[in-house]
C-alpha cells in the first residue's frame, strides 16, 4: 500500500480505510512538522499545528480536488491553523491522543533519533539561520521558507499564500536580500 500515489491513498482513505491516510501521515509529517519549525521557531508549536493540520486534512478529505499536490493542500491547511493559532488568546487544538484515537495516527519527534554529536556540529549555524529568519517580516519570511526549505515552486506558493506569482517573486527576492545582510552582520559582530 505505500507504493501508491497520495491520490490512490485518497480514496482507499475515503473508502473507510484509515491507513491509507496513515501512510500520507508518515510521508510527510517530518518535511511539514521541519516547516513548520522553520516558520514559527519551536518545535513544539510545529508539532501541535502539524497534529492539528493532520486532524483537519483528515475531517476534510473529501474536499480535497487534486488541483495542486497534496502537501501543497495540507501546507496550506497548517499554514491557516499557525496563523489562527497566534490569532486566538486560547488555541483549542485536539491532542495528540485525541488525533490516534480518531484516525489511527500518532506524530513522532524525528529529532530524538539523531545523536547529539550531530545536532551539536550544526547547531550554531542553525541558529544563527533562524535567527536571522525570524527577524524578516512575516510576508517575506514565509514565501522564501516555502521556496528555500520545502521546495515549493512560485506558483505553488502563490496558491498556498493567496497572493500574485509576481508578488511571490517579489517577497522572495527582498527576503533572499534582507537575510543576507542580517547574517553578514552578525557575522561581522562574531568576529569583532
Keep these: 500500500m505505500d507504493q501508491q500515489t497520495d491520490q490512490q491513498l485518497i480514496e482507499t482513505t475515503l473508502k473507510g480505510d484509515s491507513r491509507a491516510f496513515d501512510l500520507l501521515v508518515q510521508?510527510?509529517?517530518d518535511r511539514l512538522v521541519h516547516s513548520l519549525e522553520h516558520t514559527l521557531s519551536s518545535r513544539e508549536d510545529a508539532l501541535d499545528i502539524a497534529q492539528q493540520a493532520f486532524m483537519l486534512a483528515w475531517q476534510k478529505l473529501a474536499s480535497y480536488r487534486g488541483d495542486?499536490?497534496?502537501y501543497s493542500w495540507l501546507y496550506r491547511i497548517a499554514f491557516?491553523?499557525?496563523a489562527s493559532h497566534f490569532r486566538r488568546p486560547v488555541v483549542s487544538a485536539g491532542?495528540?491522543?485525541h488525533l490516534h484515537d480518531v484516525a489511527g495516527i500518532e506524530l513522532t519527534d524525528a529529532s530524538t533519533v539523531a545523536g547529539p554529536a550531530h545536532a551539536?556540529?550544526?547547531a550554531e549555524e542553525i541558529l544563527q539561520v533562524r535567527r536571522a529568519l525570524q527577524q524578516?517580516?512575516?510576508e517575506f519570511r514565509h514565501p522564501l521558507i516555502l521556496r528555500e526549505i520545502?521546495?515549493?515552486s512560485y506558483e505553488q506558493i502563490a496558491d498556498i499564500?493567496?497572493?500574485p506569482t509576481g508578488t511571490v517573486r517579489s517577497r522572495i527576492f527582498r527576503a533572499r536580500q534582507e537575510l543576507l545582510e542580517r547574517l553578514s552582520r552578525d557575522r561581522r559582530f562574531d568576529t569583532d
Design 150 to 152: 520545502d521546495g515549493f
Design 68 to 70: 495542486s499536490s497534496f
Design 95 to 97: 491532542s495528540l491522543d
Design 27 to 29: 510521508r510527510y509529517q
Design 161 to 163: 499564500l493567496s497572493i
Design 120 to 122: 551539536m556540529e550544526q
Design 80 to 82: 491557516n491553523a499557525a
Design 136 to 138: 524578516l517580516p512575516e
